[in-house]
């Protein structure tokens, strides 16, 4: 018997090109996840159009419907509930959820960072790993906690840094890694070979893809990673 889809929903505040990268991915049958719903705290926000062309169930619940961030993030629970989410995804969600909401739906909850955690956690990462001189960048997905950029890592992709880079280039290059990392992580979670256990992450066996370019972790273990091949990306 084939294992039912986990009703997924999305977290948006913006453009939404994570959230376009999971649905893409979810429009396989094969894919473990359905997206069901995406969430924007921005009735502006780019996303929920495209959402909603894809019929996808899309709701809006402004910060400034409510008087406090307690009441807002009650609101974004019952509008999960309503949904029959399963799975959480945070895709370029800006703001900091409650305790209380991030306790309820620990370990179904996942986002994705734009730097290799814990290093460079917080906004601003591609500017920040250009002034810190890293050759190394990437992106992280991880469970949400309740600290910020904070909770057990469930995969990370890695790119160079180039010695030309500037911002712009930086920050599409690490795009492109986002792309193909949360798919593949919201795999792992909705097949349940990634869980949140005891603090930790915890992985049952499974074979992910890789991706071009990039070093991703975890990955085939036919195919060690060749850090090597990797510093000769830079100076």
Not at 69 to 95: N, S
Not at 107 to 135: E, F, S, Y
Request: charged share 20%; net charge negative; hydrophobic share 45%.
């Amino acid at each position: 018997m084939t294992q039912a889809s986990k009703r997924t929903v999305i977290l948006i505040s913006g453009r939404g090109s994570n959230m376009a990268a999971l649905i893409d991915a979810a429009d396989d049958s094969a894919f473990p996840a359905e997206i069901v719903g995406v969430i924007s705290d921005k009735a502006g926000a780019g996303g929920l159009g495209l959402a909603a062309s894809k019929g996808i169930a899309t709701r809006v619940v402004s910060r400034g419907d409510f008087p406090s961030k307690e009441e807002h993030d009650a609101a974004i629970d019952a509008t999960l509930v309503e949904l029959g989410a399963e799975i959480v995804c945070l895709a370029g969600y800006m703001r900091l959820l409650t305790t209380g909401l991030v306790e309820k739906w620990q370990g179904r909850m996942i986002n994705i960072h734009p730097a290799l955690l814990p290093l460079l956690k917080g906004l601003d990462t591609h500017q920040r790993a250009l002034d810190a001189g890293l050759r190394i960048h990437g992106c992280t997905v991880h469970f949400v906690t309740a600290a910020m950029d904070d909770g057990p890592i469930i995969a990370q992709s890695a790119v160079p840094v180039l010695i030309d880079d500037d911002e712009r280039t930086l920050s599409a290059r690490v795009l492109g890694a986002e792309h193909a990392l949360y798919p593949m992580a919201l795999r792992l979670v909705a097949e349940g070979k990634a869980r949140m256990e005891g603090g930790r992450t915890v992985f049952a066996d499974f074979e992910s893809p890789s991706h071009n370019g990039l070093v991703t972790s975890p990955g085939p273990s036919s195919e060690p990673v060749d850090l090597e091949a990797l510093a000769r990306f830079t100076p």
